[in-house]
């Protein structure tokens, strides 16, 4: 690895940011609205699932009484 001095990284540094495409304001809501909408779904979904199976384990195990 060739060494360079911390004037030069930075440079380049700024240089490589200058070629990212951020994301526009909008970009950013759509997609926090659809994580926030698939985080909701994914806890729904192992709240029910989390519910049918303590329903089931208990009862195996009243079975037994």
């Known amino acids: 690895m ?3 001095n911390p004037l ?3 440079r ?3 240089q ?3 070629k990212v495409t951020w ?3 909008k970009e950013v ?3 926090l609205i659809m994580v926030v909408v698939l985080v909701a779904i994914a806890a729904a ?3 029910v699932v989390d519910q049918i199976l303590s329903w089931i384990v208990k009862m ?3 079975i037994g009484e």
């Open 60 to 62: 195996v195990f009243s």
């Open 45 to 47: 979904f192992f709240f």
């Open 23 to 25: 994301p526009s304001r």
């Open 8 to 10: 030069q990284f930075f």
């Open 2 to 4: 060739a060494n360079v």
């Open 12 to 14: 380049q540094v700024r």
């Open 16 to 18: 490589e940011v200058k």
């Open 29 to 31: 809501l759509q997609s």
